[in-house]
């Protein structure tokens, strides 16, 4: 009887996760030149409130606590959005967000319970205890101290404002997630249920597995590419850590760093393009610039981050004597690509689709359905009506998340909106740092950090792009450099102790300690604590600037980045072991001083490229006099 009612929900959630696909690819004209449902979608917001109604009340299943409980909370949100639905258009012409009747009231505020309870269930207290008292703001702000402190606005007004406006729930990053994360949510998770994850692990190992550290090297880009798609660090360590894991403990890596490997590389994945789980599309909403620059700018970056990894790695092999694994351990290149070449057929139109044509909102949606259609070619993950079942049921259970998170960061965005609170700490923050913009970044770093602890990755972006970067841009920093550099440190939370999530996920797989395994991530994705200050102070590592300028900054930065990385594993190719402490920081320090010459805030008069290097040549050439004197002692000793 229960494993029925379990059957029967999850037909329910598939069901609706295929209607708001339908609406979705409805509102986009992917069936003809007129929407089907235009004559019942007149406005925008219209759309908004029945894509809601879709997914959002259904946290509460997808989520269960009480079935008494759960079914009148489902009920009566769908019942107050239905309601909104209906009225949008009486709401826009009368103005509700700020003068609304009181039944629309009452529906707003019981919405706003509601939202805050799926939050709560959806993605933990944390999140819901920000988003709560954040939404509360508007009513209490004239009680609050100092920089806090200004006009209350009413519990009617705060909740009308909330829910019928455009400014807060249904803002900017619903809008984002409405016109385009959708499509590409849909097409993450059908490449996993078509077998696409496996297919890019076996062919990361026929390409790297013979290489010394091979599995962790596999790791790298598997993790990194399917963390691109799903967006989530956690379920992606959760999932293709199950396979990578194993394999690098296998090849004779220690469990924790085996389990830091995979925490950095699935927390990179979010950063990397084309995708970037999403934030991509958010971003280029928010700053209202075309998708491809977020992609463009954020090229550099994530190359230079999974470039670090592999050159860790490779040291810390090399150190360690770690081999690649036995040719029969290694999948046939030929095979692999035979059996999976569809795979690379519809990412490649993806690209195609988003870079080429530029049709970002409608690219994954035409992937995907290529996607579908060749996969009913393939012998082992062809679809039929269970699996189809299960794969749209896995859409709207990602869907109904992101629908409420979201939601529970429009409750924040919205109350920044209505008290003018945004302003306030911009200036704060500003009077704080003065003119240091050193300091400033430091801080925003910090706060960008604290702040990503406990929430989603979409989530912390958007709260601290509205908090943070306007002060970063008033500074005159290039405002895409800004809200990379807010992104890049929100998601350092993931392998920063004594949070590490996404370490201490990577922990119970490994069966390692959590905490050596965030201090093994930690020290892995060392380098992307010093990202985000290379392109924030030059724009030209963003391809802001000129194509040559561009190139000269990455081939500075990495190669500062192999200098560091071998520093702190203690191996350096062509030299071998560094036994040495002093050696070993001494050749970080120098790479440092050459892949950061651009801190001009540092100095009153700004060194130029030429300073970095000859600092850091002056450090590598001390530490490798320093070793050769050390080996012709030892050698003499002996």
Known sequence: MQTTSL???????ATLATLALLLAMDTLRLFGDQQWLQSLIGIETQ????????????????????????????????????GFFVTAEQALDEAWEFAAPDLAVYGAMALWIIILEALRRAAGWPLCIIAGVFSVLPVITEYMPGPLSGLSSSWAETASYHFLSIESVFGLPFRAFAELVIGFVVFGVVLQHTGGGQF?????????????GGPAKVAIVSSGLMGSMSGSVVTNVL??????IPAMRKSGMAPHVAGGVEACASTGGVLLPPIMGSTAFVMATLLDIAYIDVAAAAALP???????LYLQIDAYAGREGITGLALEDIPNLRKTLAEGWFYLGAFALLIFLLIFLQRESIAPYYATAALLILNQFSKTHRFNASAAVDLMYAVGKLLIELVVVLAGV???????????????????????????IGLLLFMGAATSFVLGIGMTVTAAYIFLAVVLAPALVSQNLNPLSVHLFILYWAMLSYITPPVALGAYAAA???????????????????????????????????????????????????????????????????????????????????GLAIALPQLNWVLQNPPSNLTGFVAGAILVGTALISHRLRSRESSQSS
């Open 302 to 308: 994530a190359a230079l981050y999974f470039a670090s």
């Open 410 to 436: 429009g409750l924040i965005v919205g109350s920044l909106s209505l008290t003018g609170l945004s302003g306030t700490l911009v200036n704060d923050l500003l009077s704080l740092a003065g003119d240091d």
């Open 239 to 244: 999932t293709t850590g199950q396979l990578t």
């Open 200 to 212: 890019f692990l076996d062919l990361a190992f026929a390409l790297l597995g013979k290489q010394r």
């Open 47 to 82: 759309y908004f409130y029945a894509l809601a109604a879709l997914l959002a009340p259904w946290a509460f299943i997808v989520y269960p606590s009480k079935p008494w409980i759960d079914w009148p909370l489902v009920v009566l949100s769908v019942g107050v959005l239905c």
């Open 7 to 13: 059957s029967a929900l999850r037909g329910i959630v």
């Open 508 to 590: 119970s797989i490994a069966e390692s300690n959590p905490l050596q395994t965030g201090l093994a991530a930690m020290r892995m994705g060392s380098i992307i604590y010093i990202i985000p200050f290379i392109f924030v102070l030059d724009v030209a590592f963003i391809l802001q600037s000129d194509w040559y300028r561009s190139l000269q900054a990455f081939a500075e930065a990495l190669l500062g980045t192999w200098l560091i990385c071998s520093g702190l594993q203690g191996y350096l190719a062509g030299l071998g072991r560094m036994h040495s402490a002093l050696t070993r920081w001494l050749i970080a320090l120098g």
